[in-house]
């Protein structure tokens, strides 16, 4: 059973540019959420996406932007690169509205460096 | 608003000896709380959850949490260390009975075993 997977690993950009990070949920799941992760703080919330809509989001700018399509897989875009992105960003997989089987896995991160 | 705190930003222990990461937690509803493992360059793991079920709750690799209300508190323990328990720990609460919304986490208590 395939878990969380992420790519790229590792990215590096420059102030400025864009960039496309992406996500295929645990088989059987059907929500996504991404989260940004700095270094040495735990994660915070982006947002999460559910039936191809962003249903809820945290107090990030709307330079962060998503998407996600009808095989569930979500991508996170990032506009207008600062410095202060750089971090790992983290996209967590679950199934909604199925009591007991709401519980977010995550995958192993793709780290962002902004030069 | 959902918060937590976690109280020790390192911890270290020997070997074979108990471990104690603490945790205090404030939520407007009855919280759904997890403690997640992240190991270096690692992706994050869940240990356990509690979702208003008992309140001792067992996870994996012999960790376990107790839910004390009175206490707001979710400390996480094991009785005997091991070297491959050193990571970082996040406590993380949820808004939503299973977790499945957004997950607010701690700042993480690093961890370290020594022989």
């Known amino acids: 059973d395939a878990g969380v997977t992420q790519s790229p690993t590792h990215l590096i950009k420059t102030r400025g540019q864009q960039v496309t990070l992406r996500c295929s949920p645990k088989s059987g799941h059907d929500t996504v959420s991404w989260y940004q992760q700095a270094l040495g703080q735990g994660p915070q919330f982006i947002f999460q996406y559910y039936e191809e809509e962003e249903r809820q989001r945290g107090n990030f700018p709307d330079r962060f932007s998503g998407h996600q399509f009808p095989n569930y897989s979500s991508e996170l875009n990032v506009n207008a690169l600062l410095l202060g992105d750089s971090a790992l960003y983290l996209c967590?997989?679950?199934?909604?509205?199925?009591?007991?089987?709401?519980?977010?896995?995550f995958g192993p991160g793709t780290r962002l460096l902004v030069l | 608003a959902q918060s937590v705190t976690q109280l020790d930003s390192h911890v270290s222990v020997s070997e074979g000896t108990p471990v104690l990461l603490r945790c205090n937690y404030s939520s407007s509803y009855s919280p759904s709380l997890f403690w997640y493992v992240q190991h270096p360059n690692k992706g994050l793991q869940l240990l356990l959850k509690y979702t208003s079920a008992a309140t001792l709750v067992k996870g994996i690799n012999g960790f376990e949490a107790e839910f004390k209300k009175s206490e707001t508190s979710f400390h996480l323990t094991k009785p005997s260390a091991h070297m491959s328990d050193a990571a970082e720990y996040f406590c993380v609460v949820s808004d939503t009975p299973g977790g499945g919304n957004k997950l607010t986490f701690g700042t993480g208590t690093q961890l370290k075993v020594e022989l």
């Open positions: 967590a997989s679950s199934l909604r509205g199925v009591r007991g089987r709401e519980t977010q896995y």
